[in-house]
């Protein structure tokens, strides 16, 4: 890990919590806003909101074995399907403004002109039109086909609802998680970091074929 000059004003005791349930970066936002939090550890996705909209400052960052960059992968079992035309598929993303499964491939798509975005209408409601189902944990309520893949338990009970939450109570949350979503069949391209991938390899069978 790689340490700002700030980070030697950290103490040397820290107490944790987990503020987020269905929108992670918004329940580290609800805790800076009320003072009961002095830190917290985001997807590089979250980073720039972080600084921009609440003033807070990087002072720690990961420095991986293989390198500094992590690579976003959109992954498909082999003969499935054109990876170049995704419109009406099934998907399953790592997260909800990650970097890898979202900030990423739906740039991608927007670049190619695949997604067609009016900035006044919530993004979120264009990718529930362009796949045909999805997985995002983190994404809300306000478009559920993009939780309508997702297997975390429901409940009318806050605290016991689990569905579509940026957890590893919901399955197929980050980028282990959109990849078991692919593997069991669940969608049809999981959106991932390249890490995940090389971690998986070893542990495929020969079967199976991405």
């Not at 700030?6 to 269905?22: I, T, V, Y």
């Not at 997807?43 to 600084?51: E, H, I, L, T």
């Not at 979202?102 to 409601?125: H, K, M, T, V, Y």
């Not at 990849?179 to 069978?205: E, P, S, W």
Request: glycine share 8%; hydrophobic share 40%.
């Amino acid at each position: 890990m790689s340490m700002s000059s700030r980070a030697e004003f950290l103490p040397e005791k820290l107490l944790c919590l987990l503020p987020c349930k269905h929108t992670c970066f918004g329940g580290f936002a609800l805790v800076f806003k009320v003072n009961k939090a002095d830190a917290a550890t985001l997807d590089a996705g979250d980073v720039y909101s972080a600084v921009k909209l609440y003033g807070l400052t990087v002072v720690a960052k990961e420095i991986y074995d293989q390198g500094n960059c992590v690579f976003a992968v959109a992954v498909a079992k082999r003969g499935t399907l054109d990876i170049q035309r995704l419109r009406g598929v099934r998907s399953c993303h790592n997260g909800a403004r990650w970097t890898s499964g979202w900030n990423i491939p739906l740039g991608f798509l927007l670049a190619r002109n695949d997604l067609s975005w009016d900035e006044a209408q919530p993004l979120s409601q264009v990718i529930s039109e362009y796949f045909n189902a999805s997985c995002i944990p983190g994404v809300g309520v306000a478009a559920p086909q993009l939780c309508a893949l997702c297997q975390g338990q429901k409940s009318f009970v806050r605290d016991k609802n689990h569905f579509c939450e940026t957890s590893s109570n919901e399955p197929f949350y980050d980028s282990e998680g959109a990849f078991r979503c692919l593997k069991n069949g669940v969608a049809d391209v999981a959106f991932l970091d390249h890490l995940t991938i090389m971690r998986a390899t070893g542990n495929l069978k020969k079967s199976d074929s991405f």
